[in-house]
């Protein structure tokens, strides 16, 4: 198995940033690849953007292209979203997910989630 744990969330400003953390732990290997989800009251989870955990490749969300920045540092075990220019429409409660495939479909884990608010 595999836990995930977030951190980093809070309230913020529209127009601020904030970075979310993500940290995994047990059974390590069998994670390839680790993204970022969201959902906002009243909404489906969406995928916001992904990260495969060796060569680093990276896709996004389209609301999310040139503001959001996923990264990861293989030695802390821990995954990235670093959010510029926050809007409040990015209201939501961010998860945290991997797998053993890219496919987002095929994410096994899940966080917690973590309350991101920006206030307009």
Not at 16 to 41: D, K
């Amino acid at each position: 198995q595999v836990q995930l744990v977030e951190s980093g969330g809070g309230l913020v400003q529209a127009g601020g940033s904030l970075r979310l953390s993500c940290t995994a732990s047990g059974r390590i290997s069998s994670v390839n690849a680790m993204g970022w989800f969201r959902q906002a009251p009243g909404k489906e989870r969406e995928f916001v953007a992904h990260i495969s955990w060796s060569i680093g490749f990276t896709d996004y969300a389209d609301s999310v292209k040139g503001r959001f920045t996923i990264s990861r540092d293989n030695a802390k075990n821990t995954v990235y979203l670093q959010m510029n220019t926050l809007k409040p429409e990015d209201t939501a409660v961010y998860y945290c997910a991997g797998g053993s495939r890219w496919a987002i479909k095929d994410y096994d884990y899940w966080g917690q989630g973590t309350q991101v608010t920006v206030s307009s």
